[in-house]
């Protein structure tokens, strides 16, 4: 960990691995996902491996394959073999170690697409993949088997039968879309997305699950935020687990979503050796507040073939939570989750603060480990409702 993680501050990390020249396309979107590091040899270029990642590196092209914007890459210490950027993004050989609990589809969404491309697993809302395409990979992506282009599945988006069965079930109400990462689409092909999903009346709330805020700033430009200003309301949720991944490029593209009236949630994901402790975590939230985000979910890792070596245990997200609650603003404390294995869907998981429970009384401790009583309402006696009412009689005489 540098000291500067800590720190509320906002700093840009650029040009850092590019040479000066590189900066004067810097700002350009198209220009950071040309430039992507995505192979072994672009990597050894730049930064020292260790034998870990070179075999990890070469392992990558046949599962999930390694792309780093260059936005994102100069967030890696090169000094640091254990800095909590690269253990998110550059591969390592344990991903080829699948673990006895782990498997290619953890939240069991294949199971629960009427159409492709649509995870219907909540009564009201659903999940639309619309992508199978990152700015960057995350090395503990959930849909690995799908995402990226070189894994097992090929993620097949049925458009016109998943527009038909949003239409037909009026139940839905909520539209989440993911994939993959949506606003990588051109602002046009988002826009008629958009566009087709507003036409259907009991839509009332669309959400994008957006990643490129955080690999990608430059790609949310000021023409992007008019475009999805016309969908209102529109929620946008970010992935960032790292408090080092706010730098300034990233505050003002989340300043601009703000601006175009976005509210927008952060989803982190627990990770060892990443964010695997209350001070990092508590640097983290307190930047995201800064940056107008709100913590959505903390999620406890899903068990995706390969990730054992970036998963924590359960109490330690817990104590994550538990070092936050009390000990700062409430709007900074996110919800941590486990997603079901299987297709269980968000399960919260909170510390305890309810000791007892016994009739008429609850015990509680706070987050300072003080003990309190809670007892259930006492029911008005007859004879004192009585006597009320004969003085509120008597007062109006
Ligand atoms: C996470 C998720 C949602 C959205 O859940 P919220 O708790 O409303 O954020 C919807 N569908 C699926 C399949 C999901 O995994």
Sequence with gaps: MRPSDLAPTFISHAPGYWPQESMARWSDHKWQLRNRVDSLTDLESRLNLTDVERAGALLAGHKLAMSITPHFFNLIDRDDPDCPIRRQVIPRIEEGWNAPEEVADPCGEDSHMPVPGLVHRYPDRV??????????????????????????????????????????????????????????????????????LRAIPHLQFIRIGSRIPIFLP??????????????????????????????????????????????????????????????????????????????????????????????????????????????????????????GPGGGGKIPINPNYLIDTSPGRVTLRNFEGEIFEYPDPTLIPKADLDRLHQEAFSRSM
């Design 127 to 196: 999940l639309f993949l619309v992508t199978d395409r990152c700015a960057s990979y995350c090395r503990y992506c959930t849909r690995s088997r799908v995402v990226s282009g070189v894994g097992e599945q090929q993620l097949e988006t049925q458009w016109e039968p998943a527009f038909k069965y949003l239409e037909q079930h009026t139940e839905i109400r909520d539209v989440l879309l993911s994939g993959g990462d949506p606003l990588l689409f051109s602002d046009d092909r988002l826009d008629k997305i958009l566009t087709r």
């Design 218 to 339: 430059q790609r949310i430009t000021p023409e992007l935020c008019a475009m999805l200003k016309k969908h209102h309301p529109l929620f946008i949720s970010i992935h960032t687990n790292h408090p080092r991944e706010l730098t300034s490029e990233v505050r003002d593209a989340l300043g601009r979503l703000a601006d175009a009236g976005i509210p927008l949630g952060n989803q982190s994901v627990m990770l060892r050796g990443v964010n695997d402790s209350v001070e990092i975590q508590k640097a983290l939230v307190h930047k995201l507040l800064m940056c107008r985000v709100k913590p959505y979910y903390l999620y406890q890792c899903d068990l995706i073939n390969g990730s054992s070596h970036l998963r924590t245990s359960v109490a330690e997200g817990v104590a994550v939570i538990e070092g936050l609650r009390g000990h700062t603003t409430g709007y900074a404390i996110p919800q941590f989750v486990i997603d």
